[in-house]
């Protein structure tokens, strides 16, 4: 087999060009207010997502569900999936499903 250049491989988001991130899904309350709701939304990227230099791409209004990846090129790792985990579950968040860690790129 040919070994692929470096400009290849970052082309095509292998090897070391490689992003890992894992789906996020979870349900608010029905007793949640609106302003409760952007509460948790705002504290969820403030004390989780930037400083972990992650991004979340998604959205939804009683059900959430979205993408979680690096802002730059990198991986996700199992401590952020758990770190979004513990936060959604410390301000008890419902039906809350992460997946495993996945090639955002090639599924």
């Known amino acids: 087999m040919a070994i692929r ?6 082309k095509l988001r292998v090897d070391e060009f490689q992003e890992l ?8 309350a029905d007793s949640l207010s609106e302003e409760e709701i952007d509460d948790f939304v ?11 230099e992650l991004g979340f ?3 939804g ?8 990846a690096t802002q730059r090129l990198g ?15 410390s301000l008890n968040a419902e039906e809350i ?6 090639d955002i790129w090639w599924g």
């Open 61 to 68: 209004h009683r059900l959430w569900d979205g993408v979680v």
């Open 97 to 102: 499903e992460i997946s495993e860690l996945y």
């Open 21 to 28: 991130g894992f789906d996020v899904s979870w349900r608010f």
């Open 5 to 10: 250049s470096r400009r290849l491989r970052k």
């Open 57 to 59: 791409h998604g959205g």
């Open 42 to 52: 705002e504290r969820f990227i403030s004390e989780v997502i930037e400083p972990r």
């Open 75 to 89: 991986k996700c790792t199992d401590d952020d999936r758990k770190a979004v985990e513990s936060f959604l579950k």
